[in-house]
């Protein structure tokens, strides 16, 4: 079982769209993170929730924008994207700082 | 700043063997290494980690070793099985353990 859902699973989407990505956990984490996969690469930390505040931010480029609208849940807007920012993103979880982390199936990104 | 090495990037096995991958972190300030395996085209799955007050843990055929002053931690998979083939990948927290950084990975492939 996930129990970090996000959705969609597949997204393609045009560079003049806007889109989110969403993510939902109900293990009452407090801290909640996105991160961009590339294949055959590591996962890459873009930002950190903490208490549902925007801890981290390693230096992601604006046209990313996370939003944490209550402690279960994340989302990441999109909008203006280019070729480069397609990825697989996952969404992870963890009840604090330096305790396991949870990750979601994430969701596979195409930009046209 | 912030480094986390991981060696061999590639790991054949024939089937009940064993496995060693090992890492190195930069930070001594960082306490926390989880370890992660990640199928192809599923989430990464944390197998095991270990916290900086211990020297080593065992899960039944999968155990980990922290040498603090090296700043070496390893993975060891004793009687590896076909199931074990995946990615592995070892991660270092930093920022006050909300920050992961995590090695390149290594692809283990276990031959029946």
């Known amino acids: 079982d996930t129990e970090v859902t996000q959705t969609p699973k597949h997204l393609v989407m045009g560079m003049t769209n806007k889109k989110s990505l969403k993510c939902e956990q109900h293990m009452g984490h407090r801290a909640m993170y996105w991160y961009k996969q590339k294949a055959k690469k590591p996962p890459e930390l873009m930002f950190v929730y903490s208490y549902e505040k925007l801890s981290i931010n390693e230096s992601v480029p604006s046209r990313f924008s996370p939003e944490c609208p209550n402690s279960s849940l994340l989302n990441l807007h999109l909008h203006a994207l280019q070729p480069e920012d397609s990825a697989l993103y996952l969404c992870a979880s963890s009840s604090q700082g330096n305790q396991p982390q949870h990750f979601g199936d994430g969701t596979r990104l195409s930009i046209l | 700043g912030e480094n986390v090495e991981q060696h061999p990037s590639t790991l054949s096995v024939q089937e009940g063997d064993s496995a060693v991958i090992k890492c190195t972190y930069s930070?001594?300030?960082?306490?926390?290494f989880p370890w992660y395996k990640q199928e192809l085209g599923k989430r990464p799955q944390l197998i095991i980690d270990?916290?900086?007050?211990?020297g080593e843990k065992k899960d039944q055929r999968i155990a980990v070793t922290l040498n603090k002053t090296a700043k070496h931690f390893s993975l060891h998979i004793t009687e590896t099985q076909p199931e074990d083939s995946a990615v592995y990948f070892c991660a270092a927290l930093y920022g006050g353990g909300f920050k992961t950084i995590f090695g390149a990975g290594t692809r283990l492939f276990v031959k029946a």
């Open positions: 270990i916290r900086s007050n211990v």
């Open positions: 930070d001594s300030a960082s306490n926390y």
